[in-house]
């Protein structure tokens, strides 16, 4: 598919609305599924306009820094990577760019890139992380010169950490950092509710990159929400407290 460039399209994203994911997630079915539908039903000119200044902000930045206040304190460089915006619309020019470029996501709403290989340092802090419908809680990833060096976590970390060991190497590789831009999928405080999407959300992962632009093909990948965060790009905040700024 990707060497033809022909259109992908993810309905759901994360936030489709069924009965076990609303269980999960500590909501009723209608909860979600209204959720899911007010991020579907987005003003797609509007996002489209957020998605080129964010877009803007991080194609001409050197690095990111990602901080919140359960420890979290991440820097990666990302001079000179492409930066790939998720806005549900595809233009002839996504198209051009092939396989990363050419998905929509729905509901839509981010901006990704792949940072530059060996350079993530630092830790993040992962309060709630859902893996395989189990909750792990105050998982902690450490990176040093891009890969990841150490996983713990408070309590369920056994089956996560048994698929990691397993995998093959390229595993450990941090993977991309993505923003979301959709003012119209908004979280209640403390929920442990994990989306792409919300606007201010700030989302990390290890492993496969491909579809963020990155050169990663390992089969295993890893993907996790921070809620709350705070995201700077040389020093100036785009993402304050879970907030983007804008």
């Known amino acids: 598919a990707s060497k033809r460039n022909i259109k992908g399209v993810n ?3 994360g936030l489709y609305p069924t009965e076990a994911s609303a269980k999960q997630f500590g909501m009723t079915q209608k909860e979600l599924s209204d959720l899911f539908w007010k991020g579907v ?4 000119s509007k996002l489209e306009a957020t998605g080129k200044t964010v877009q803007a902000v991080l ?5 990111v820094q990602i ?3 359960n420890g979290t304190d991440l820097k990666v460089r990302i001079e000179k990577r492409p930066v790939i915006v998720s806005d549900g619309v595809l233009s002839a020019d996504d198209l051009k760019k092939g396989f990363a470029s050419s998905q929509v996501y729905l509901p839509a709403g981010e901006a990704y890139l792949a940072p530059v290989p060996g350079s993530a340092e630092g830790k993040v802090v992962v309060d709630h992380q859902f ?3 189990k909750e792990i809680t ?7 010169a891009g890969k990841l060096t150490s996983m713990t976590a408070k309590s369920g970390l056994e089956p996560l950490k048994k698929l990691y060991d397993a995998a093959e190497p390229g595993k450990e590789e941090f993977a991309f950092v993505d923003l979301g831009l959709n003012p119209n999928v908004q979280l209640k ?6 989306a792409w999407m919300p606007a201010g959300m700030v989302t990390v992962g290890i492993g496969n990159n491909m579809w963020a632009g990155g050169e990663n093909k390992n089969a295993y990948s890893l993907f996790s929400f921070l809620p709350g965060s705070t995201l700077k790009v ?3 905040v785009l993402v304050e407290n879970g907030m983007l700024k804008n």
């Open 11 to 13: 309905l759901g994203n």
């Open 41 to 44: 039903n987005v003003d797609y």
């Open 59 to 63: 194609a001409a930045g050197k690095e």
């Open 67 to 69: 901080t919140n206040p």
């Open 131 to 133: 893996y395989q419908g």
């Open 138 to 144: 105050g998982l902690t990833l450490t990176f040093k």
């Open 189 to 194: 405080a403390g929920s442990k509710l994990g």
């Open 234 to 236: 040389d020093g100036k």
